[in-house]
């Protein structure tokens, strides 16, 4: 797919994206406000989704990370997750939030969700930025969702196509 040659359309725009965040931000900020919050960021898709979240979260944070891989340069899931950085802490003491940019198929997140699960926190939840149901080949449902989309193809503010427009400020859908 050769994205300059094809049309599209913007889905979101920052301000929309923004908009949402601090709602979705508001909530977190609520549910977790008498917890130990730790954010885990998904890599490298959810880094700008997660970094923009937590800058409107008020409560004591901490933020770790994760790299999981399934795609590869591919635009479809292979299935099989992989872990490629671990989190480098105990999590026992934690509520953890995992913070990734998109469930689709659902297959990551429900294999980050259980292995972080074995590691015993408090409590543990996740929160999207995008959501397509209809793509699920796992039952999973995100506990904060941004925005529940249709099966589309998705770039900008983090989302990638062979690593290339993430440092687009909003949303777009390639036709």
């Known amino acids: 797919m050769d994205i300059e040659s094809r049309e599209w359309e913007i889905m ?5 994206i923004q908009k949402r965040l601090r709602e979705l931000a508001n909530s977190i900020n609520e549910d977790y406000k008498d917890k130990n919050l730790l954010v ?3 890599l490298k898709g959810s880094f700008i989704f997660c ?24 635009t479809e899931t292979s299935g ?6 671990d989190l480098n802490m105990d999590i ?15 297959t990551t997140m429900s294999f980050v969700y259980s292995h972080l699960k074995e590691r015993k926190p408090k409590s543990l939840k ?9 793509r699920r080949r ?38």
């Open 12 to 16: 979101y725009t920052n301000d929309e």
């Open 40 to 42: 885990v960021s998904l």
């Open 51 to 74: 970094s923009d979240l937590v800058r409107y979260i008020k409560i004591p944070v901490k933020i770790n990370f994760m790299t999981t891989s399934s795609y590869g340069t591919s």
């Open 80 to 85: 099989k997750v992989r872990i490629v950085a």
């Open 92 to 106: 026992t003491n934690y509520d953890v939030l995992i913070v990734d940019d998109i469930t689709d198929t659902a």
């Open 126 to 134: 996740s929160c999207v930025l995008l959501d397509k149901p209809s």
């Open 138 to 175: 796992v039952e999973f449902k995100p506990d904060y969702i941004g925005f529940e989309i249709e099966d589309k193809f998705v770039v900008g503010y983090g989302f990638d196509y062979n690593d290339y427009y993430r440092n687009v400020p909003y949303i777009f859908n390639v036709l």
